[in-house]
C-alpha cells in the first residue's frame, strides 16, 4: 500500500465501540505507531498512557466534559 492509498483509506470511526477485547500485542502496536508518528517542528509534544485500571478510567474520565462515554465504556484487557 504506497502513501496516497493509506490516506484516501484512511477515516474516523464515530460508532458505538464493540464490546471486545484488543490483544495487548495490538494496543502495543498501536502505541508505538503514535509514538513513531510526525510532530509540528519535531516537537514530540503527545504522550500516550495505556490505563487498565477501571476505578483510574472512571476517575480520568471526570477530567473530560465531552464524550465521557467514550472513555468509561472502553474495554479492559
Do not use: C, W
Not at 45 to 72: D, G, P
Amino acid at each position: 500500500m504506497d502513501f496516497f492509498e493509506v490516506i484516501e483509506k484512511r477515516h474516523s470511526y464515530r460508532g458505538q465501540y464493540e464490546d471486545i477485547p484488543i490483544p495487548k500485542a495490538d494496543l502495543i502496536k498501536i502505541l508505538d505507531a503514535g509514538i513513531r508518528a510526525p510532530s509540528g517542528h519535531n516537537t514530540q509534544t503527545t504522550s500516550f498512557y495505556m490505563v487498565t485500571n477501571q476505578a483510574l478510567i472512571e476517575e480520568l474520565a471526570q477530567l473530560f466534559t465531552y464524550n465521557k462515554a467514550n472513555i468509561t465504556t472502553a474495554r479492559l484487557l
